[in-house]
Structure formats: structure tokens, C-alpha cells
């Protein structure tokens, strides 16, 4: 049966919009199943991508991570177009049903970077003592860099490029942790970005309301390597066949390859597997999941080693497991260590 909505326009008020880039919004609401449906347009730059963020509120509350909540740019980026819809069910979301008003916002995404939605996973495994004990682990939503940081990519920030091996298009390599603080710091502040990171040495602190680039927590890069709410269990990132996902040891003639050579896994991320280790934010801490908070996990708050994830060219293939962990001091420069970037999701 064909569904009917009523406007709702004048009924709700206006909807607040955040920015240029959304206009001629409109809201319906279902007369009998009680869902909103918003409208909107959406104008950009081509082959720019969008995540949208819709806020339902009224009578001075408001949900700033409503569940329900379905459509263009929520749970997938979104290209600019016009009749662009979103749909919310505030029964379902244990919200009475009338009355609700709406703040949008879209914000362009970053070129290579893949908007990872946030939710629970089981973190860990069994092979490992420090991948003990198997843990459940909510994260938020974030984005996070298609490839590792590429030489060009280091050199167009940093001046200079490190690199044993030259290649603008070959991951960088020989940064230490703190290096890779400082790149990201540098290149959030050239692309007008509220850098993360302040302080200096052991006493680095990450201001994670900023909306500037970042190394993406040990249970981030594991929830995205495992291909975040589109897992498929495998053992690698992206499949349980190796060779098809990584460079390591066993195939890499002892040496890194360009980005993106071997296939994605299930979020489109190139070598979460293999070709160089890549440096988390956190303090290693081999005993760190038996204590580890449920939602949003750091790290313990203090240690001389900083978490390294995927394995390498240089390494044995069980190193580039998803659940595997390793570390190495921050001041550390090896030629099989490298980054990849995240960023909060606003």
C-alpha cells in the first residue's frame, strides 16, 4: 500500500541547517508508523564526498547520536545532489514521536580517508598471550586513511622524506612515533585543522575533540582492519588468504610496495596487512585487554613502548593478523614502520 506523509514543515518549526552546502529541507512525517523523513539538497564540489549529521531535539533536549537514524551520508559517505532523504523512527529509538525538530550538518570528508561507522566488536584473540582475554569493545564513529601515509604525502608537509626505499607513491617509513605526532600536527595546521596533539616526550596528550588528523587508536585500527560493521571474520585484513592482502616476508622480496597494490578488505582500506607496521596512539601494555574499558579504549596511561599494528614487508605472516600486537619506542625509526591517519567524526 502506497504510504501517505503529511507535511510537518510549519508544524515542527524551522530546521536549523549547519553551513552552506544543505538548503531546501523539508520534513514529513508517516501518519501512521510515526518515521520522520527529511529531505534536503546538498551542493559541493564534484567528486567531493559528505558525511551528514542529523541532531533530532526539542523542549531543550536533544539526541546527538539518535539510533534509527538511516539514509544519505549516515551510514556511507554521500556525493552532493538534490532530493537526498534521511529517515528517523523514534518508536524504534524508545523516543515518543511528536514534535521533533532537526539540526543538520554536513562536512566534507578528506580526500583517502573512509568514514568507518562506529560499533561493537569482539577485540583480541586466543593465539596470544597480550591478545587475551577476547573482549567486547564499542568504538565511535571515525575516519580513517584508505592508504598508509605515502613519501609524497610526507614530503609535500615535512620537507624531506626518511625513506629507505624511494618512491613517491611507497609508504613511508624509518618515523618514529613522535615523528609521526609531528606530521600529524603539521599537516592539520596546513590544511586549517585544530591540531590533536600537545606537550612534548612521555607527557603527549591528544586532544580528541579536535578535528584535526591523528593516529587512530589500537581498538580503531583493529575495528577497521576486522572491516568494522561489514566484517567477515577474516584472519587478515580482508581475507583469510595472505597473499591476496599483504606484503610480508613470505612475498615481498624484502622490501615495501606502492599503496593500494594488494586488495582492500571489506571498508575499501588497503594493507592493514602487511607492507609496514603502523604506529596507534597507545601505550603498550601487554596486559591492557583483562582491564580495558568497554567503549572508546586508549591505552593505559602510561609505558615505554607505543602500540605498532598490520605486520610488514620484513615480518612473518601471523604478524599481520588483525588481533596481532606490536610495539616499539616511540624514538624508535625502523625501515618496516610507517602510519596511517584517523580523524574524529563531528
Known amino acids: 500500500m502506497k504510504q501517505t506523509l503529511i507535511s510537518l514543515m510549519f508544524m515542527l518549526g524551522l530546521v536549523l541547517l549547519a553551513g552552506q552546502a544543505i538548503s531546501n529541507v523539508r520534513v514529513s512525517q508517516h501518519p501512521e508508523l510515526r518515521y520522520y523523513q ?9 567528486g567531493d ?32 545532489g ?21 539540526r543538520i550538518s554536513a562536512t566534507a570528508i ?10 561493537s566488536f569482539q577485540m583480541g584473540s ?19 586513511g584508505k592508504y598508509e601515509v605515502t613519501q609524497a604525502e610526507w614530503k609535500e608537509v615535512m620537507g624531506s622524506n626518511p625513506s629507505n626505499w624511494k618512491g613517491d607513491q611507497l609508504p613511508v617509513e624509518s618515523v618514529s612515533w613522535y615523528d609521526a605526532v609531528d606530521y600529524c600536527n603539521k599537516r592539520s595546521i596546513k590544511e586549517g585543522l585544530t591540531p590533536c596533539y600537545s606537550g612534548s616526550g612521555a607527557g603527549i596528550t591528544c586532544n580528541w575533540n579536535a578535528n584535526g588528523y591523528r ?4 581498538a580503531e585500527w583493529e575495528y577497521a582492519a576486522r572491516g568494522g560493521k561489514h566484517s567477515k571474520g ?24 606502492r599503496v ?80 596511517r591517519l584517523a580523524r574524529a567524526v563531528f
Open 126 to 144: 586466543n593465539d596470544e598471550s597480550d591478545e587475551k582475554p577476547v573482549h567486547q569493545v564499542t568504538v565511535s564513529s571515525f575516519w580513517i
Open 38 to 46: 527529511i529531505t534536503f539538497d546538498l551542493s559541493g564540489q564534484a
Open 260 to 339: 593500494g597494490t594488494k586488495a582492500a578488505n571489506e571498508l575499501g582500506l588497503h594493507d592493514m596487512s602487511g607492507n609496514v607496521w603502523e604506529w596507534c596512539w597507545d601505550w603498550y601494555d601487554s596486559g591492557y585487554y583483562a582491564k580495558s574499558p568497554g567503549s572508546d579504549p586508549r591505552g593505559a596511561g602510561s609505558g615505554s613502548y607505543r602500540g605498532l599494528r598490520g605486520g610488514s614487508w620484513y615480518y612473518y605472516g601471523d604478524s599481520c593478523r588483525v588481533a596481532d600486537r606490536g610495539y616499539n619506542g616511540p624514538d624508535r625509526r625502523d625501515n618496516y614502520g610507517g602510519l
Open 82 to 102: 538534490k532530493g537526498l532523504q534521511l529517515f528517523w523512527e523514534p518508536i524504534l529509538a524508545g523516543q515518543e514521536p511528536e514534535g521533533w525538530q532537526f
Open 110 to 119: 578528506p580526500k583517502n580517508m573512509v568514514f568507518v561507522e562506529g560499533g
Open 49 to 80: 564526498t559528505y558525511q551528514i549529521k542529523a541532531v533530532p531535539y526539542k523542549a531543550g533536549r536533544e539526541l546527538t547520536n539518535p539510533r534509527y537514524l538511516t539514509g544519505k551520508g549516515i551510514s556511507a559517505p554521500c556525493s552532493p
Open 215 to 218: 593516529l587512530p587508536t589500537e
Open 234 to 257: 577474516y584472519k587478515y585484513s580482508g581475507s583469510n588468504d595472505i597473499g591476496s592482502v599483504a606484503w610480508y616476508d613470505g612475498n615481498s622480496g624484502s622490501k615495501t610496495y
